[in-house]
């Protein structure tokens, strides 16, 4: 007979914090920021898609490489900083805004 490992049959759930990043063990304000940095890269590289644009094309508009859009559309969030994503959000045709609370 087959032992099978308990863990697989393990179906508790630990609820999320909403940012995914504090639920890996980052420091809250970093959190933060690579949550807001995952969000403009996932809505600029959906923004590239609706346009239609090729890597070529996009990276003419954008102002930067088309390795970099190629990087920005796959998600290589540590290769860019959130001013950077902020800037090629706008460049898409998107309209930033950056919002504070206590």
Do not use: A, T
């Given at each position: 007979m087959k032992k099978t490992d308990p863990r697989w049959n393990d179906e508790s759930c630990t609820p999320?914090?909403?940012?995914v990043f504090i639920d890996l063990g980052f420091d809250p304000a970093e959190a933060q920021v690579m949550q807001l940095r995952a969000e403009v890269m996932i809505r600029t590289a959906q923004r590239l898609k609706e346009q239609g644009w090729t890597q070529a094309e996009a990276a003419q508009k954008l102002g930067i490489t088309q390795p970099r859009v190629s990087r920005l559309i796959r998600g290589k969030?540590?290769?860019f900083s959130l001013d950077m994503l902020l800037t090629l959000a706008a460049r898409a045709g998107l309209h930033p805004e950056l919002r504070l609370s206590a």
């Open positions: 999320g914090s909403g940012n969030v540590e290769d």
